[in-house]
């Protein structure tokens, strides 16, 4: 068996056509996308503000509903999942990273990791140890009892790269996760992370205005006018 027939296609996204209404306009914000990406594999979405990249990614992740189109998650069709079923799916299947690291100020580095795991159904102490573990790739563990206020903006993104994968989920993804860093901070922040989902066998998908963060991945795709302009290389 040759190495193409062993491929496994983690996410397939079908003709997804996105619009909103705004008064008496219609805004065409994706206008019919297709795409796939392998297991293990990542991808990097970029293009101007307001072409759809936002939009795309929180339909992958199950937080925003199509007008057409349908998205497959290990051949599962969330597409036409129930809200109830969405959420389940985002919490077992998907780790969200944003621009800001939304971390809870009263709870420690270690706890902020733990706290879904935890919430998730995990004994307490699997999901501190595999919170210590996780603080160990993204190299904090000597900020395990830091609160976020004692966290520098690079320290904060790191712990919410490693929260998003407390959970062990199939698909990382990462709205412009380095977009309030300054550039040292940011290639230490798109390394860890790209690195660590390497490592764990988890798809990535980034969205970023970065190139140097779009370079570290597999892919790269440019959202143009509501569809891919193809790869970016």
Same mark, same amino acid.
Do not use: C, W
């Given at each position: 068996? $040759?190495?193409?027939?062993?491929?496994?296609?983690?996410?397939? &996204? $079908?003709?997804? &056509?996105?619009?909103?209404?705004?008064? !008496?306009?219609?805004?065409?914000? =994706?206008?019919? @996308?297709?795409?796939? @990406?392998?297991?293990? +594999?990542?991808?990097? @979405?970029?293009?101007?503000?307001?072409?759809? +990249?936002?939009? %795309?990614?929180?339909?992958?992740?199950?937080?925003?509903?199509?007008?057409?189109?349908?998205?497959?998650?290990? $051949?599962?069709?969330?597409?036409?999942?129930?809200?109830?079923?969405?959420?389940?799916?985002?919490? +077992?299947?998907v780790g969200f990273i944003f621009q800001f690291h939304y971390l809870l100020k009263d709870f420690t580095a270690l706890e902020n990791i733990?706290?879904?795991?935890?919430?998730?159904?995990?004994?307490?102490?699997?999901?501190?140890?595999?919170?210590?573990?996780? %603080?160990?790739?993204?190299?904090?563990?000597?900020?395990?009892?830091?609160?976020?206020?004692?966290?520098?903006?690079?320290?904060?993104?790191? &712990?919410?790269?490693?929260?998003?994968?407390?959970?062990?989920? !199939?698909?990382? %993804?990462?709205?412009?996760?380095?977009?309030?860093?300054?550039?040292?901070?940011?290639?230490?922040?798109?390394?860890?992370?790209?690195?660590?989902?390497?490592?764990?066998?988890?798809?990535?998908?980034?969205?970023?205005?970065?190139?140097?963060?779009?370079?570290?991945?597999?892919?790269?795709? &440019? =959202?143009?006018?509501?569809?891919?302009?193809?790869?970016?290389?």
């Amino acid at each position: 068996m $040759n190495d193409e027939s062993q491929k496994k296609i983690m996410l397939k &996204v $079908n003709n997804i &056509v996105k619009n909103y209404i705004s008064g !008496a306009e219609t805004l065409y914000i =994706l206008k019919g @996308i297709d795409f796939e @990406i392998e297991e293990g +594999k990542s991808a990097a @979405i970029s293009g101007q503000s307001g072409s759809g +990249k936002s939009t %795309l990614l929180n339909i992958i992740g199950g937080l925003d509903k199509t007008d057409e189109g349908s998205v497959f998650i290990n $051949n599962d069709e969330i597409t036409s999942f129930s809200e109830k079923e969405l959420s389940a799916y985002r919490s +077992k299947n998907v780790g969200f990273i944003f621009q800001f690291h939304y971390l809870l100020k009263d709870f420690t580095a270690l706890e902020n990791i733990m706290l879904p795991a935890y919430i998730g159904g995990m004994k307490k102490k699997n999901a501190v140890d595999r919170a210590r573990s996780l %603080l160990a790739d993204i190299n904090l563990e000597d900020r395990a009892g830091h609160y976020p206020s004692m966290l520098s903006g690079g320290e904060r993104q790191r &712990v919410a790269v490693a929260r998003s994968m407390v959970n062990d989920p !199939a698909l990382i %993804l990462a709205d412009e996760p380095t977009g309030n860093l300054d550039p040292q901070n940011s290639d230490i922040v798109a390394s860890l992370l790209y690195e660590n989902a390497l490592k764990k066998g988890k798809t990535l998908i980034v969205v970023t205005h970065d190139q140097k963060v779009a370079a570290g991945a597999s892919v790269r795709l &440019v =959202l143009e006018n509501g569809r891919f302009s193809g790869e970016n290389n």
